[in-house]
């Protein structure tokens, strides 16, 4: 039952450039998919080990700005007479790189952080996310500042004389997107059910007892880092060799909040909370400006909504449908124990 | 140190600790002999927290050594002291709230699992195959402790004198070869105290050594081999618990100076 209604939803996701006519909502499914992926990395630091990361951005960023600059190739003069240049590589190269990279970011501040924790570790990512955009905006040798990094190359897989699969077109980086987001979602699923994952909701709920029961604290929030970093930073990569441009806008506070967003309204600490968060405040400012009007009034109408989602359920989106599924279920079983007890007892006095 | 030492499972030597200007233990020396009750006992801040703190690893002792089993342990962290088979519960009553009773044990079971970061990636066979495994020892855990019927209920929903059985619970599940206590049945019934008795007897019947915290002299004469009374940060008796109970120094501690010489 579960599995089939997953599958159902699989092939759903995969059939609708199939039948969506709409190349502008494609875009915008394509974007909202890339920012899925980035929220359900930050949801495994904010959501299972407990800690807001609030320059996730940066892991973001690090990753289009890699992946671009690999890809491109470059030429930067670190010191006098000292030169260090990179030809231009495959787009898949630049991808893993600008993935590791932010995975290596990851770890580094998860290391410097370890002894950190809450508001501490909030600031610690806010300042790494913003020196990460100052030196994205004036080491224009490098990344060109503000005149951005364009004519990004596309994904191409194989080779010309035989196979080839190129992401130039939308309905291909749709699908590439999809894929890396089922990859992710497996992934942090993987993570989550295992003594990882137990080990980071251990030290969430309860850093002493965890420590007691032998979980190394930072070890745990160290691999958290790491993996929410290389996630979104691989989100990063897509991003810019879908839109082939990167300016230091990508590092932009307000996307690390738009992730934040998504996280929290789903539903943090669980798996589907990001996906539906996301969805639905990656879709929601599209379908307002669809609305015909004033976008003060839809920047509006998106506010109160958010207020209203975490007025009435706190806990996300996710968890309190969860909560009214268990509810409705036990309600229908206590109802059809009632109906089967009246006709043994009219059997009985039969 | 004395041949009698080099058996023991824990040797505490010298060791003190300052808060400050306050001493909370100072020049505390004793060991706990293997498969033994041990209890430590005395007023409120004769240091016996303190000292529980120091052996796991929550604070830095000022001065002295606690070898386990030979190594020393003080320095290590308290993951590293409970990796070596020490294991503690906590005087205020400490569980994952937000979990499931069998969660709970679950997320105890860290140290019996094998599963590194790359394996779980990667998703390979046997740690499915292990996670099998480690939810049938958090039922088998369960049912030792007799809190088999909870496990599907949300650890905030038990009763208190459950919660307690639930901290020893995922103690256990920790593997421990050291199970330090503290104050576990404070705050219980009679009847629950009872009950709490005899789980002990049943932990100690597994081989595992017990140091004991405990105000309850019911409980602390009933199930002790060895007790050891602290006042003021040091050692004032040691001995069987008749012995303790007879013990002059013993009296005037818990019941002062007056008291003492009202009956001579």
């Given at each position: 039952?579960?599995r089939a209604l ?6 759903l996701l ?6 969506l006519?709409s190349l ?5 499914l394509?974007?909202?998919g890339?920012?899925i992926v980035?929220?359900m ?11 807001l990361?609030?320059?996730h ?5 690090i ?7 690999v ?10 007479g000292?030169e260090v ?16 990279l932010?995975?290596l970011?990851?770890?580094?501040i998860?290391?410097?952080?370890f002894?950190v ?10 300042s790494?996310?913003e ?5 994205a905006?004036?080491w224009?040798?490098?990344?060109q ?12 897989l194989?080779?010309p ?9 939308k309905?291909?980086n749709y ?5 890396v ?7 942090i699923r993987r993570?989550?059910q295992?003594r ?9 709920e ?5 420590a007691?029961?032998g979980?190394?604290?930072?070890r745990y929030?160290v691999l958290?880092t ?21 300016d230091?806008?990508v590092?932009?506070f307000i996307?690390?909040v ?6 929290v309204t789903g539903?943090?600490?669980t ?5 539906v ?9 599209e379908?307002?400006?669809s609305?015909?009007?004033?976008p ?8 109160v ?5 975490l ?5 996300g ?7 009214w599924?268990?509810?409705r ?6 109802a059809?124990m ?13 | ?7 023991a499972?824990?040797v505490?030597d010298?060791?003190?600790i300052r808060?400050?200007g306050l ?11 293997p498969?033994?009750?041990?209890s ?8 016996k927290?303190?000292a529980f703190n ?14 386990y089993r ?10 590293q ?9 906590f005087?205020?009553?400490?569980v ?9 044990v ?20 046997w ?7 480690l939810?049938?020892?958090a039922?088998?855990i ?23 059985l639930l901290?020893?619970?995922i103690?256990l599940?920790?593997k421990?070869?050291?199970l ?7 705050g ?6 009872e009950?709490?008795?005899?789980l002990?007897?049943?932990i ?7 140091l004991l ?6 409980m602390v004469?009933?199930?002790?081999d060895?007790?050891i ?6 050692i004032?008796a040691g ?10 120094e013993?009296i ?6 007056r ?6």
């Amino acid at each position: 039952m579960k599995r089939a209604l997953t599958i159902a939803w699989l092939l759903l996701l995969v059939s609708v450039p199939l039948w969506l006519t709409s190349l502008y909502v494609l875009h915008v499914l394509v974007m909202t998919g890339i920012f899925i992926v980035a929220a359900m990395s930050l949801n495994l630091l904010l959501g299972y080990t407990g800690q807001l990361s609030l320059g996730h951005v940066a892991f973001f960023g690090i990753g289009a700005y890699t992946s671009s600059l690999v890809s491109l190739g470059f030429s930067v003069h670190l010191l006098p007479g000292w030169e260090v240049s990179l030809d231009p590589q495959p787009v898949w190269l630049g991808m893993l790189c600008g993935t590791a990279l932010a995975g290596l970011c990851g770890w580094a501040i998860g290391r410097i952080s370890f002894k950190v924790r809450g508001a501490y570790f909030v600031i610690v990512t806010v300042s790494f996310a913003e020196v990460t955009r100052l030196v994205a905006l004036n080491w224009v040798e490098l990344t060109q500042g503000p005149m951005a990094l364009n004519n990004i190359p596309y994904l191409r897989l194989g080779t010309p004389d035989l196979v080839e699969v190129s992401f130039l077109r939308k309905p291909a980086n749709y699908w590439l997107v999809l894929a890396v987001a089922v990859v992710s979602y497996i992934l942090i699923r993987r993570l989550v059910q295992s003594r990882a994952g137990r080990a980071m909701i251990a030290l969430r709920e309860n850093e002493p007892l965890a420590a007691s029961i032998g979980v190394d604290v930072t070890r745990y929030l160290v691999l958290a880092t790491i993996v929410s970093a290389a996630m979104a930073g691989a989100a990063g990569t897509l991003y810019a060799h879908y839109v082939r441009i990167v300016d230091p806008d990508v590092f932009l506070f307000i996307y690390t909040v738009t992730m934040v967003i998504m996280v929290v309204t789903g539903g943090k600490g669980t798996l589907a909370g990001p996906v539906v968060g996301g969805f639905i405040f990656g879709l929601l400012p599209e379908a307002l400006r669809s609305l015909q009007i004033g976008p003060e009034i839809q920047w509006v109408i998106y506010g109160v909504l958010m207020v209203l989602v975490l007025y009435f359920l706190p806990q996300g989106i996710v968890p309190a449908l969860r909560d009214w599924w268990k509810r409705r279920q036990a309600v229908s079983q206590r109802a059809t124990m009632a109906s089967a007890a009246p006709r043994t007892s009219m059997e009985a006095a039969r | 140190m004395s041949g009698e030492t080099a058996g023991a499972e824990l040797v505490v030597d010298g060791l003190a600790i300052r808060f400050g200007g306050l001493t909370a233990v100072e020049g505390m020396c004793f060991e706990v002999r293997p498969g033994e009750v041990l209890s430590l006992i005395g007023p409120n801040g004769a240091g016996k927290t303190s000292a529980f703190n120091a052996i796991t690893g929550y604070i830095a002792p000022d001065a002295g050594t606690i070898l386990y089993r030979g190594a020393r342990i003080d320095g290590l962290r308290p993951s590293q002291i409970a990796h070596r088979g020490v294991v503690r519960t906590f005087q205020k009553t400490s569980v994952f709230m937000g979990q499931t009773v069998v969660d709970n044990v679950l997320l105890g079971l860290h140290l019996a699992s094998r599963q590194t970061p790359l394996a779980i990636l990667l998703g390979l066979r046997w740690v499915a195959r292990e996670e099998r495994a480690l939810a049938e020892e958090a039922r088998s855990i369960l049912a030792f402790v007799d809190l088999e019927a909870r496990a599907p209920d949300l650890a905030s929903a038990l009763p208190y004198g459950e919660l307690r059985l639930l901290e020893v619970a995922i103690a256990l599940a920790a593997k421990p070869r050291l199970l330090l206590l503290d104050e576990p049945v404070s705050g219980m019934n009679p009847a629950e105290t009872e009950s709490f008795m005899r789980l002990l007897a049943r932990i100690r019947a597994l081989g595992i050594t017990i140091l004991l915290v405990e105000h309850d002299m019911r409980m602390v004469m009933g199930v002790s081999d060895r007790v050891i009374c602290l006042n003021h940060g040091r050692i004032i008796a040691g001995g069987t618990p008749a012995e303790i109970q007879t013990d002059p120094e013993v009296i005037r501690a818990y019941l002062g100076e007056r008291y003492v010489r009202a009956q001579g």
